[in-house]
């Protein structure tokens, strides 16, 4: 008797934050999965998470048509997560957040696969301010364009134990004595990587309609200044909060974005400006996780299991080991 052929599923950026999550569940639900990336020498680790030849990194670029042709061969599930937080060199918004999207979209029609998924973001809006934004929003024209049946998947701030966004406020709450607090008001829905990562293994099966956009956020809606709050109260420091408006940090977003990694630019000074929450059509049309069938994780269920790292004794702060407290 022949062993039935496991499915394969190829995903573009499987190596980063949310790729990862991904491929660990795919892993566990039996896939085979080919993780797509620029540098498949630095994506060894995912490796590690299936039964030695079940996840391979493989080599694929997104402004090399020829390599995403190759990387979705035989593919029965494409997801793309590809998406890139500012610009350097030829790492453009439009480069890879539209052309790229269009060259897996095409790619996967052209191959014949029959389950494409795309990872977008909530405020994706052609007419949007933000140059980030629009180019998402793009992308999701041209993925629908080449194959209408895809399904693009909106996730507010997503957050989890490697994000880059709670990590970097602790890293500033350590480091600094003042917290810049940037679009007081500006409203987020978190949303847990594992929900997302869950989301996403549960679309690639079949299990919400094709040819829509979801847009998923957690239980909670908090503003940047919650945001900032709870930092601090689960790093156990307290700063100043000075409020900055975007006039005031324009410009020096500016001088950061020059630097090979810049913890701010102007484009996301600009996002920091505008609410970041599902939208009332998607809630109207269950087009979020209820859709899934999936109850989303709080904010406070996970944020304390590594937030501790930002405290004075990390995890021998004296408020969460009682053998200290003597």
């Given at each position: 008797m022949t062993e039935k052929r496991r499915k394969i599923a190829t995903i573009f950026g499987g190596s980063g934050f949310i790729g990862t999550q991904l491929t660990q569940d795919l892993a566990r639900r039996g896939y085979s999965v080919r993780v797509a990336v620029r540098r498949p020498d630095l994506a060894g680790h995912v490796r590690m998470f299936g039964?030695?030849?079940?996840?391979?990194?493989i080599q694929a670029n997104l402004r090399y048509p020829e390599s995403v042709a190759a990387a979705v061969r035989g593919s029965d599930v494409v997801i793309n997560l590809v998406g890139i937080l500012f610009e350097k060199g030829k790492q453009r918004f439009r480069a890879v957040q539209t052309q790229g999207a269009k060259a897996v979209a095409e790619a996967a029609r052209n191959a014949g696969v029959p389950t494409l998924i795309h990872m977008s973001a909530i405020g994706a809006d052609p007419q949007s301010p933000s140059a980030y934004q629009r180019a998402k929003a793009l992308g999701e024209d041209e993925v629908f364009k080449a194959f209408p049946k895809a399904v693009v998947i909106r996730p507010s701030l997503v957050f989890g134990s490697e994000d880059g966004f709670f990590n970097l406020f602790g890293f500033v709450a350590r480091m600094s004595?003042?917290?810049?607090?940037?679009?007081?008001?500006?409203?987020f829905q978190p949303v847990y990587v594992a929900d997302v990562a869950q989301a996403i293994a549960l679309a690639a099966e079949g299990a919400v309609k094709t040819g829509k956009v979801y847009e998923l956020g957690g239980p909670e809606i908090v503003t940047m200044e919650q945001v900032i709050e709870r930092v601090l109260e689960q790093t156990r420091r307290k700063r100043l909060v000075l409020p900055l408006p975007e006039f005031v940090v324009k410009p020096v977003?500016?001088?950061?974005?020059?630097?090979?990694?810049?913890?701010?630019?102007?484009?996301?000074?600009?996002?920091?400006?505008?609410?970041?929450?599902?939208?009332?059509?998607?809630?109207?049309?269950k087009?979020?996780?209820?859709?899934?069938?999936?109850?989303?994780?709080?904010?406070?269920?996970?944020?304390?299991?590594?937030?501790?790292?930002?405290?004075?004794?990390?995890?021998?702060?004296?408020?969460?080991?009682p053998l200290v407290n003597g």
């Open positions: 039964f030695p030849g079940q996840i391979q990194p004595p003042i917290m810049p607090l940037i679009g007081r008001n500006t409203k977003a500016s001088v950061l974005s020059i630097l090979p990694k810049p913890l701010l630019t102007p484009d996301q000074v600009v996002q920091l400006g505008i609410d970041n929450i599902v939208s009332p059509e998607a809630i109207k049309q087009r979020t996780f209820e859709a899934f069938g999936i109850a989303p994780t709080t904010i406070d269920a996970i944020l304390p299991t590594y937030m501790w790292r930002f405290r004075k004794h990390g995890e021998f702060d004296r408020h969460i080991n």
